[in-house]
T-cell receptor
Framework: TQLLEQSPQFLSIQEGENLTVYCNSS?????LQWYRQEPGEGPVLLVT?????EVKKLKRLTFQFGDARKDSSLHITAAQPGDTGLYLC????????FGAGTRLTVKP | DAGVIQSPRHEVTEMGQEVTLRCKPI?????LFWYRQTMMRGLELLIY????????DSGMPEDRFSAKMPNASFSTLKIQPSEPRDSAVYFC????????????FGSGTRLTVV
């Protein structure tokens, strides 16, 4: 059983479309992080959110942390093929636990 | 900084053989983590160290797995004897005490046990 549930598991879209992926838990996080992993490489940190209700923007990526600090979303505007990868959320409890990820494919 | 360095990148071994995976964390990071990634189970935390001391090894699947961190710049994960179900990508990651800066992962070791 995953401590963090990510949805959807797979997502395939055309270049230029918008998308949102979700990360949910029944537990409260002290902080939450989003990573992107490309084939053959380790996950790379995109953002850390700490405060309930916090919204952070990273170019075309918008990250939101739920008010109760149990959930988070990642919204990508005008997706590009370079956004293709596995998006992982990770919640800090005593250590860091990862969700199973959303595998995104952006077709040119 | 060269980042977290793992070796080897790929390892193919026969069932029953001993396998040793190596990791050099980022200098100054005092946490080191070993994760295993498979399609079925995602990223699983195996063990982590703080200041070279193992803190939580509850994720280590069996006694066949062991990990050491003899100093701040080196850690090993050993599997003895290896089994086909151990085939996975093994990642090492390091972080500073604050963890707000996130974990820095190595490129992983892809282990295949035949």
């Amino acid at each position: 059983t995953q401590l963090l549930e990510q949805s959807p598991q797979f997502l395939s879209i055309q270049e230029g479309e918008n998308l949102t992926v979700y990360c949910n838990s029944s537990s409260v996080f002290s902080s939450l992080q989003w990573y992107r992993q490309e084939p053959g490489e380790g996950p790379v940190l995109l953002v850390t959110v700490v405060t309930g209700g916090e919204v952070k923007k990273l170019k075309r990526l918008t990250f939101q942390f739920g008010d109760a600090r149990k959930d988070s979303s990642l919204h990508i505007t005008a997706a590009q093929p370079g956004d293709t990868g596995l998006y992982l959320c990770a919640g800090v409890f005593n250590d860091m636990r990862f969700g199973a990820g959303t595998r995104l494919t952006v077709k040119p | 900084d060269a980042g977290v360095i793992q070796s080897p990148r790929h390892e193919v071994t026969e069932m029953g053989q001993e396998v040793t995976l190596r990791c050099k964390p980022i200098s100054g990071h005092d946490y080191l983590f070993w994760y295993r990634q498979t399609m079925m189970r995602g990223l699983e935390l195996l063990i982590y160290f703080n200041n070279n001391v193992p803190i939580d090894d509850s994720g280590m699947p069996e006694d066949r797995f062991s990990a050491k961190m003899p100093n701040a710049s080196f850690s090993t994960l050993k599997i003895q004897p290896s089994e086909p179900r151990d085939s996975a990508v093994y990642f090492c990651a390091s972080s500073s005490s604050s963890r707000v800066g996130g974990y820095t992962f190595g490129s992983g070791t892809r282990l295949t046990v035949v």
